[in-house]
T-cell receptor, first 117, second 115 residues
Framework: AQKVTQAQTEISVVEKEDVTLDCVYETRDTTYYLFWYKQPPSGELVFLIRRNSFDEQNEISGRYSWNFQKSTSSFNFTITASQVVDSAVYFCALSEASGGANSKLTFGKGITLSVRP | GAGVSQSPRYKVAKRGQDVALRCDPISGHVSLFWYQQALGQGPEFLTYFQNEAQLDKSGLPSDRFFAERPEGSVSTLKIQRTQQEDSAVYLC?????????????FGSGTRLTVV
């Protein structure tokens, strides 16, 4: 069965600090997809990134970067020079390709990030 | 519409009452999902539609939960005889793709409180 673990529950940093959010996953599929979503106080889940299991290249998008390592089943997310607007709950999620068209997501419990001015 | 719209935004129900939660997906989106998010937890899958067909309802927690999407657009999640443990945010998500591994668009959810 698929599982996503976000061991950190709450992180508090001062603005401009770098912060890394950890994600460890379990799956028996060889083809799967990993996601990060942001949930601001308004409640909607905002899609940040998707990676497939065959692409281990790290990715950078502005202040955000992601480190995918199959050897440790981890997909960590780093925010560089954090800003107050980054304060939110961040979820890591997994979808197995064996589900076919039903690509339901398994989410971790989320990490609450607070960025103080 | 521009996004996935859910209504009502908040719902308070007395224990034992029936409730109906509505989801308006983005126009033309084929796939539609319902998730339940308990306080302090990640969302958990409830059910999946492809057009009007409910292809997976394995996540529905009991037979008091029922979902439909009769014309392949708007979907309704109905909960009969609500219990306190049903209190949660119910999230709807949709995608244009049949294979939605590109990620879907979520609505803001309906916060259900059962008293």
């Amino acid at each position: 069965a698929q599982k996503v673990t976000q061991a950190q529950t709450e992180i508090s940093v001062v603005e401009k600090e770098d912060v890394t959010l950890d994600c460890v996953y379990e799956t028996r599929d060889t083809t799967y997809y990993l996601f990060w979503y942001k949930q601001p106080p308004s409640g909607e889940l905002v899609f940040l990134i998707r990676r497939n299991s065959f692409d281990e290249q790290n990715e950078i998008s502005g202040r955000y970067s992601w480190n995918f390592q199959k050897s440790t089943s981890s997909f960590n997310f780093t925010i560089t020079a954090s800003q107050v607007v980054d304060s939110a709950v961040y979820f890591c999620a997994l979808s197995e390709a064996s589900g076919g068209a039903n690509s339901k997501l398994t989410f971790g419990k989320g990490i609450t990030l607070s960025v103080r001015p | 519409g521009a996004g996935v719209s859910q209504s009502p935004r908040y719902k308070v129900a007395k224990r034992g009452q029936d409730v109906a939660l509505r989801c308006d997906p983005i126009s033309g989106h084929v796939s539609l999902f319902w998730y339940q998010q308990a306080l302090g937890q990640g969302p958990e899958f409830l059910t999946y539609f492809q057009n009007e067909a409910q292809l997976d309802k394995s996540g529905l927690p009991s037979d008091r939960f029922f979902a439909e999407r009769p014309e392949g657009s708007v979907s309704t999640l109905k909960i009969q005889r609500t219990q306190q443990e049903d209190s949660a945010v119910y999230l709807c998500a949709s995608s244009f793709h049949r294979r939605v591994h590109v990620g879907y668009t979520f609505g803001s959810g309906t916060r259900l409180t059962v008293v």
